[in-house]
């Protein structure tokens, strides 16, 4: 069957999850691969196109993770694959750190064009969301030379040591892991959701909280190199913040000459409707992190950041792999198509999505918050709405739920779960999706009031 055709099919589950080819590679898997990734349900692609996949035993899923917001142009987006095709032809890998390619000259060239960033702007090139943050770590202290960094409670930048001194997702991600590097304070990060009070005072009180608190009693300003935040916190729990936070924090950098590092690694390529997320709330940063949906899927992290700022010499910081021909390339096709319908696709099905959501939000309980911009939606889960105590065990339930019915969705914070389709989606899988999470919402439901009765 062609992928063309697959794209269009509907949910469609054959067997009991996991069939019997996956529980095979499954098996293989706990024999031979590492315990520490995090798999919530037993997926196991064999091919896929838009935002549809087709498993090893041949069960079909409307796609709402995008291998987590990186598929941006879909599961095998036609152009992409040409792209890789053609410059794999040519050649693989010439290292960009040593040699020149016009690929990824072509591509820092677009990217200078559209990064939430005034002024010129110069692209250093990795593999990862994590190797970007480190890169942007490391600049703002060459530029500045200054040794503290100011993160936020909640945040993901990273697994690799550097990016996890900053990342306060969850505390198994940095158990075990100690001493992390040194210097980085942790302010709240505003959830308006969960704050007694106005949008504004919520945005206050974290922009306080650094002011009054982190810079007076833990690190004088001009101690302090950079502010790294998400312009939407992804792992976090898709949470949306006040526009007047991040302008806040975009003044606190000016008036004491930090860094303010945008991480649209998750947010970023088009996912909220807008090429960068920063644009929904009229900010620019110094320094912005990209990776994810970037490359449609291909390995690849940029530090983008003013020309001034990205001045370090020959030597200072490079990376074999980063910015390979190949990734570039796809990234290329990536950037085309975002721009030629994607970015606005996500606009649409989003907001049709969210009033979907909302309108479940009035049926279900269940349903806490309804939150995000474009593709990038969090749906926040309570036990009780007027406690607002989180539910935890229902959170997990409902992305099993999910999946036994054919939609692939993941957890995000404690008790959300995340909507990060490719932008592909269209309002006919929108629709399709919200239908399959209101069945999976009123079993979970059901069957969580059993278990407390």
């Given at each position: 069957?062609?992928?063309?055709?697959?794209?269009?099919?509907?949910?469609?589950?054959?067997?009991?999850?996991?069939?019997?080819?996956?529980?095979?590679?499954?098996?293989?898997?706990?024999?031979?691969?590492?315990?520490?990734?995090?798999?919530?349900?037993?997926?196991?692609?064999?091919?896929?196109?838009?935002?549809?996949?087709?498993?090893?035993?041949?069960?079909?899923?409307?796609?709402?993770?995008?291998?987590?917001?990186?598929?941006?142009?879909?599961?095998?987006?036609?152009?992409?694959?040409?792209?890789?095709?053609?410059?794999?032809?040519?050649?693989?890998?010439?290292?960009?750190?040593?040699?020149?390619?016009?690929?990824?000259?072509?591509?820092?060239?677009?990217?200078?064009?559209?990064?939430?960033?005034?002024?010129?702007?110069?692209?250093?090139?990795?593999?990862?969301?994590?190797?970007?943050?480190?890169?942007?770590?490391?600049?703002?202290?060459?530029?500045?030379?200054?040794?503290?960094?100011?993160?936020?409670?909640?945040?993901?930048?990273?697994?690799?040591?550097?990016?996890?001194?900053?990342?306060?997702?969850?505390?198994?991600?940095?158990?075990?892991?100690?001493?992390?590097?040194?210097?980085?304070?942790?302010?709240?990060?505003?959830?308006?959701?969960?704050?007694?009070?106005?949008?504004?005072?919520?945005?206050?009180?974290?922009?306080?909280?650094?002011?009054?608190?982190?810079?007076?009693?833990?690190?004088?300003?001009?101690?302090?190199?950079?502010?790294?935040?998400?312009?939407?916190?992804?792992?976090?729990?898709?949470?949306?913040?006040?526009?007047?936070?991040?302008?806040?924090l975009r003044d606190l950098t000016k008036q004491h000459g930090m860094m303010l590092v945008l991480d649209e690694v998750q947010s970023g390529m088009g996912r909220t409707g807008k090429m960068f997320a920063a644009e929904h709330f009229g900010v620019t940063g110094d320094i912005v992190n990209i990776a994810k949906g970037i490359a449609s899927g291909l390995p690849l992290g940029v530090t983008c950041a003013r020309a001034d700022v990205m001045s370090?010499?020959?030597?200072?910081?490079?990376?074999?792999?980063?910015?390979?021909?190949?990734?570039?390339?796809?990234?290329?096709?990536?950037?085309?198509?975002?721009?030629?319908?994607?970015?606005?696709?996500?606009?649409?099905?989003?907001?049709?999505?969210?009033?979907?959501?909302?309108?479940?939000?009035?049926?279900?309980?269940?349903?806490?918050?309804?939150?995000?911009?474009?593709?990038?939606?969090?749906?926040?889960?309570?036990?009780?709405?007027?406690?607002?105590?989180?539910?935890?065990?229902?959170?997990?339930?409902?992305?099993?739920?999910?999946?036994?019915?054919?939609?692939?969705?993941?957890?995000?914070?404690?008790?959300?779960?995340?909507?990060?389709?490719?932008?592909?989606?269209?309002?006919?899988?929108?629709?399709?999706?919200?239908?399959?999470?209101?069945?999976?919402?009123?079993?979970?439901?059901?069957?969580?009031?059993?278990?407390?009765?």
């Amino acid at each position: 069957m062609p992928n063309a055709e697959l794209m269009k099919k509907a949910p469609d589950i054959k067997t009991p999850l996991p069939g019997p080819k996956a529980k095979a590679i499954i098996d293989a898997d706990a024999r031979f691969v590492s315990p520490s990734y995090t798999r919530d349900y037993p997926l196991v692609i064999a091919r896929g196109e838009g935002a549809v996949v087709e498993d090893v035993d041949g069960n079909v899923f409307i796609d709402c993770a995008a291998g987590i917001a990186v598929n941006s142009t879909g599961v095998s987006h036609p152009e992409v694959v040409k792209a890789i095709a053609e410059q794999a032809a040519k050649f693989i890998h010439m290292s960009g750190t040593d040699f020149y390619y016009e690929p990824q000259v072509r591509l820092a060239e677009q990217l200078a064009a559209l990064v939430p960033i005034d002024g010129d702007v110069r692209s250093f090139f990795g593999n990862s969301g994590t190797e970007a943050t480190e890169a942007a770590v490391k600049l703002s202290r060459y530029y500045t030379k200054r040794p503290n960094v100011i993160a936020f409670l909640g945040s993901f930048h990273g697994r690799s040591l550097g990016s996890l001194a900053l990342t306060s997702s969850k505390s198994v991600q940095r158990r075990g892991f100690g001493p992390l590097m040194p210097g980085v304070y942790h302010a709240p990060y505003p959830d308006v959701y969960r704050f007694n009070g106005s949008a504004d005072a919520c945005a206050e009180a974290s922009l306080s909280f650094i002011r009054d608190q982190i810079l007076v009693h833990l690190t004088a300003p001009d101690e302090v190199s950079a502010i790294v935040v998400e312009p939407i916190q992804g792992e976090g729990g898709y949470i949306v913040p006040p526009t007047g936070f991040l302008q806040g924090l975009r003044d606190l950098t000016k008036q004491h000459g930090m860094m303010l590092v945008l991480d649209e690694v998750q947010s970023g390529m088009g996912r909220t409707g807008k090429m960068f997320a920063a644009e929904h709330f009229g900010v620019t940063g110094d320094i912005v992190n990209i990776a994810k949906g970037i490359a449609s899927g291909l390995p690849l992290g940029v530090t983008c950041a003013r020309a001034d700022v990205m001045s370090w010499p020959p030597g200072a910081h490079a990376s074999t792999f980063g910015g390979n021909p190949v990734a570039c390339a796809a990234a290329l096709a990536t950037l085309r198509l975002l721009r030629g319908q994607y970015v606005n696709n996500a606009a649409r099905v989003g907001e049709h999505m969210m009033n979907g959501l909302r309108a479940l939000q009035d049926k279900h309980p269940l349903i806490g918050d309804v939150r995000g911009r474009g593709l990038m939606i969090g749906v926040e889960l309570v036990r009780d709405r007027k406690t607002k105590a989180r539910a935890v065990e229902e959170r997990g339930a409902l992305v099993q739920a999910m999946f036994r019915r054919g939609a692939l969705i993941l957890g995000a914070g404690r008790n959300a779960v995340r909507f990060a389709p490719p932008l592909v989606l269209s309002i006919d899988q929108a629709d399709t999706v919200l239908g399959i999470f209101d069945e999976a919402l009123a079993e979970v439901a059901q069957g969580h009031a059993l278990a407390r009765s």
